[in-house]
Structure formats: C-alpha cells, structure tokens
C-alpha cells in the first residue's frame, strides 16, 4: 500500500541552514518501505517546510513511521510543527 507522511514546519525566521544539516543525514538513511523523501519550501513564505514521506508498505502506520515521528520532533525546536499521514485513494 502506498501512502505520505507530511510534516509542515512553520518557522519564526531565521536561517533554514540548520534545518538542512538535519535533513540531509535522514534523506540518506533507508527505512525500510520509504520509497521517497522530499522536501518543498513554500512559494511565499521561505521560513515555512514541508517534508513528503512517500511510503510503500503492507500498511500504513496511522501516527506516522518511527522516521516521520522522530524527524517532527526535531523540527519542533524550529516552530509549530503538524504532522499527518495520507493513504492512496486507489484500490
């Protein structure tokens, strides 16, 4: 089954320097079943992040995967953080 964790990170300000050097050693692990990370910095406001999961497992975890949970939790240091998991519609 196909599905995303999407964790939205809206920052204060400041530099997303810092941000980067935490994403990077995530982007490079392998979890098993994460097919995808990406990263999107919004149109306007550059202190707003989101980070895509893209999974492909037998189910989804409903809270979110140990990666998803750990990585939102380290992003609440920087702003309010949500954090949501999405099921693909097809069957």
Do not use: C
């Amino acid at each position: 089954m196909k599905w995303l964790e999407v964790i939205k990170l809206r920052s204060a300000g400041g530099s997303l320097g810092l941000l980067e050097e935490l994403l990077l050693p995530l982007s490079e692990s392998d979890p098993r079943g994460l097919v995808e990370m990406k990263t999107y910095r919004h149109a306007v406001l550059e202190t707003d992040l989101s980070v895509h999961l893209h999974w492909n497992s037998e189910m989804p975890e409903p809270n979110g995967s140990a990666l998803g949970l750990r990585l939102a939790q380290a992003l609440k240091e920087f702003g309010l953080v949500d954090h949501s998991v999405w099921v693909d519609n097809k069957k």
